[in-house]
């Protein structure tokens, strides 16, 4: 019998997700969802770009020594010092991966490398970014064994020059060659064809795997990266919820369920433990406070509803008529733990770990005081409950400012005023302010106490889950001195949440 080809899945969440814009995640949220990435079975995690900051730095480093299995990859631009930056984050790596690249369409070239020392026309700027191409994946290949070689914009690029390029790297030393769509501009038949023709065309492309990341710009993405594997390519590259720069990325979930669903189209398999997605999605959703929608294919909410009659009485009759995928397979599991008050230690802890959360024991003792808090004040605490918690609970940068108390005074025809009680580095202080509402005043206090004046950019609010005690999230964006951080707090009182979403944006703006 023919074995059936593997395909390699990429998981560029922690880099390519992250640029999502008002996002930003800290080391330990990197941490703990690369630990979860690795419990789905992603082949490679690209952990960040070490050369960007060092808190990208460490983070790529830390990541490289505490998670097993998968390979880590760290991206650099094809300049010297980034991929010293890469080598020195993955020196402990058991496997690890460099993943450098170049512009290769004419728009990039023209307008990215301008200067006359790339050339003074199109073709002396081809020739010399080839030859910089070349320099970059051999001083990786110092580094490490596994180089992957990036042609951004491949999707619009020249196909000779593209081929010309690509049997350059790979000839200096590529394991892998990525293939970007870097506008989602293409098409999947004009994709499809363009991996066909590097197949065709590269004459040692049987040296390295052609690897394909798209981007969703006319929401193609997925569509795409499903016809590059079509037609030869053996990894596909993306981000989970297929969070990215502007429309995101191929979302992971999506393109792998599709090889999964329709096996007897594709014939390609992956290594991924698909009972995994649901809790990753709804991780990464939390940490980066971008909500799935419920309309979302594979693990929204409504991904496996019903509510229109014949549907609903075709599927009780055989649920086949209008699921072509179990909600187990995904990891959506109808029986559950229900989490009250009455719920102990043991209890929490077992839901948080199924949840992903790897915890200290004094660590879970924070979060059980406040669990019960919550479960004083609702009838049910539910997953989503708890990873607002956890992130609440530990703040994942350091607290010069903590919230201590507040009380607000409000209503018709009064003047909302609040006082603040605030830990500032470790010295508890007290103000007062008024504003044209509630949380206004909050903020006002807060910036009067700690002498910090913020910009806000945005605030959002949400209910976690449904009902009158839902927990509530809110989400603030902040800007200080040309720095932006988003900062969250969730609460059954939404003044409350205010002001932890503030201070958290302070803390990390700071």
Same mark, same amino acid.
């Given at each position: 019998?023919? !074995?059936?080809?593997?395909?390699?899945?990429?998981?560029?969440?922690?880099?390519?997700?992250?640029?999502?814009?008002?996002?930003?995640?800290?080391?330990?949220?990197?941490?703990?969802? !690369?630990?979860?990435?690795?419990?789905?079975?992603?082949?490679?995690?690209?952990?960040?770009?070490?050369?960007?900051?060092?808190?990208?730095? %460490?983070?790529?480093?830390?990541?490289?020594? +505490?998670?097993?299995?998968?390979?880590?990859?760290?991206?650099?631009?094809?300049?010297?010092? %980034?991929?010293?930056?890469?080598?020195?984050?993955?020196?402990?790596?058991?496997?690890?991966?460099?993943?450098?690249?170049?512009?290769?369409?004419?728009?990039?070239?023209?307008?990215?490398?301008?200067?006359?020392?790339? +050339?003074?026309?199109?073709?002396?700027?081809?020739?010399?970014?080839?030859?910089?191409?070349?320099?970059?994946?051999?001083?990786?290949?110092?580094?490490?064994?596994?180089?992957?070689?990036?042609?951004?914009?491949?999707?619009?690029?020249?196909?000779?020059?593209?081929?010309?390029?690509?049997?350059?790297?790979?000839?200096?030393?590529?394991?892998?060659?990525?293939?970007?769509?870097?506008?989602?501009?293409?098409?999947?038949?004009?994709?499809?064809?363009?991996?066909?023709?590097?197949?065709?065309?590269?004459?040692?492309?049987?040296?390295?795997?052609?690897?394909?990341?798209?981007?969703?710009?006319?929401?193609?993405?997925?569509?795409?990266?499903?016809? +590059?594997?079509?037609?030869? !390519?053996?990894?596909? =590259?993306?981000?989970?919820?297929? $969070? *990215?720069?502007?429309?995101?990325?191929?979302?992971?979930?999506?393109?792998?369920?599709?090889?999964?669903?329709?096996?007897?189209?594709?014939?390609?398999?992956?290594?991924? =433990?698909?009972?995994?997605?649901?809790?990753?999605?709804?991780?990464?959703?939390?940490?980066?406070?971008?909500?799935?929608?419920?309309?979302?294919?594979?693990?929204?909410?409504?991904?496996?509803?019903?509510?229109?009659? $014949?549907?609903?009485?075709?599927?009780?009759?055989?649920?086949?008529?209008?699921?072509?995928?179990?909600?187990?397979?995904?990891?959506?599991?109808?029986?559950?733990?229900?989490?009250?008050?009455?719920?102990?230690?043991?209890?929490?802890?077992?839901?948080?770990?199924?949840?992903?959360?790897?915890?200290?024991?004094?660590?879970?003792?924070?979060?059980?005081?406040?669990?019960?808090?919550?479960? %004083?004040?609702?009838?049910?605490?539910?997953?989503?409950?708890?990873?607002?918690?956890?992130?609440?609970?530990?703040?994942?940068?350091?607290?010069?400012?903590?919230?201590?108390?507040?009380?607000?005074?409000? +209503?018709?025809?009064?003047?909302?005023?609040?006082?603040?009680?605030?830990?500032?580095?470790?010295?508890?202080?007290?103000?007062?302010?008024?504003?044209?509402?509630?949380?206004?005043?909050?903020?006002?206090?807060?910036?009067? $106490?700690?002498?910090?004046?913020?910009?806000?950019?945005?605030? =959002?609010?949400?209910?976690?889950?449904?009902?009158? =005690?839902?927990?509530?999230?809110?989400?603030?964006?902040?800007?200080? %001195?040309?720095?932006?951080?988003? *900062?969250?707090?969730?609460?059954?009182? $939404?003044?409350?949440?205010? !002001?932890?979403?503030?201070?958290?944006?302070?803390?990390?703006?700071?």
């Amino acid at each position: 019998m023919k !074995a059936t080809p593997k395909i390699a899945v990429f998981d560029t969440t922690l880099r390519d997700g992250e640029q999502a814009a008002g996002t930003r995640l800290g080391k330990r949220d990197k941490m703990t969802i !690369a630990r979860q990435l690795a419990k789905l079975r992603v082949d490679i995690i690209e952990a960040g770009f070490p050369a960007s900051s060092p808190e990208d730095f %460490d983070a790529v480093r830390e990541i490289a020594l +505490g998670v097993e299995g998968p390979t880590i990859c760290a991206l650099s631009r094809a300049v010297p010092s %980034d991929i010293e930056a890469c080598g020195k984050a993955l020196a402990k790596a058991r496997r690890p991966r460099i993943h450098t690249g170049i512009g290769v369409s004419d728009i990039h070239i023209m307008g990215k490398f301008q200067d006359d020392r790339y +050339g003074k026309t199109l073709e002396g700027k081809k020739d010399k970014l080839v030859a910089i191409a070349v320099d970059a994946v051999k001083r990786a290949r110092n580094c490490s064994a596994e180089v992957q070689f990036y042609a951004e914009d491949a999707g619009r690029s020249d196909p000779e020059y593209l081929y010309r390029m690509l049997e350059a790297v790979i000839a200096a030393g590529a394991t892998v060659v990525n293939i970007p769509d870097t506008t989602g501009y293409t098409v999947p038949e004009q994709y499809g064809a363009l991996i066909a023709g590097i197949k065709k065309n590269v004459p040692n492309i049987d040296k390295a795997v052609i690897s394909v990341h798209c981007h969703d710009d006319l929401g193609l993405a997925v569509a795409n990266s499903l016809a +590059g594997v079509i037609n030869g !390519a053996r990894q596909v =590259e993306g981000t989970i919820n297929g $969070i *990215g720069e502007r429309a995101g990325n191929a979302a992971i979930e999506e393109v792998v369920m599709g090889l999964r669903t329709r096996h007897d189209y594709y014939g390609v398999s992956t290594g991924i =433990e698909p009972k995994e997605f649901f809790r990753t999605s709804r991780m990464v959703a939390d940490m980066l406070g971008m909500p799935v929608p419920a309309n979302k294919a594979v693990i929204g909410t409504n991904a496996f509803s019903h509510s229109s009659g $014949i549907h609903v009485d075709g599927f009780l009759k055989n649920r086949q008529t209008y699921e072509i995928m179990r909600p187990e397979d995904v990891g959506l599991n109808e029986s559950r733990v229900v989490l009250t008050a009455r719920t102990g230690r043991a209890g929490l802890r077992a839901r948080l770990e199924k949840l992903g959360y790897k915890l200290e024991k004094e660590e879970i003792e924070s979060l059980y005081q406040r669990f019960l808090t919550v479960a %004083d004040k609702k009838q049910e605490v539910l997953d989503e409950d708890l990873a607002a918690i956890v992130h609440d609970e530990l703040p994942q940068t350091e607290t010069a400012i903590k919230l201590d108390s507040l009380h607000v005074f409000s +209503g018709t025809g009064a003047i909302p005023t609040a006082t603040i009680r605030l830990h500032l580095k470790g010295v508890l202080k007290q103000g007062a302010s008024i504003g044209d509402g509630p949380v206004d005043a909050v903020y006002k206090a807060i910036a009067a $106490i700690t002498g910090v004046k913020a910009k806000l950019l945005r605030y =959002e609010i949400r209910a976690i889950t449904g009902g009158t =005690e839902a927990l509530g999230e809110v989400n603030v964006h902040l800007e200080l %001195d040309g720095r932006r951080a988003m *900062g969250r707090g969730a609460s059954t009182d $939404i003044v409350e949440a205010s !002001a932890k979403a503030y201070v958290d944006g302070l803390n990390r703006v700071m």
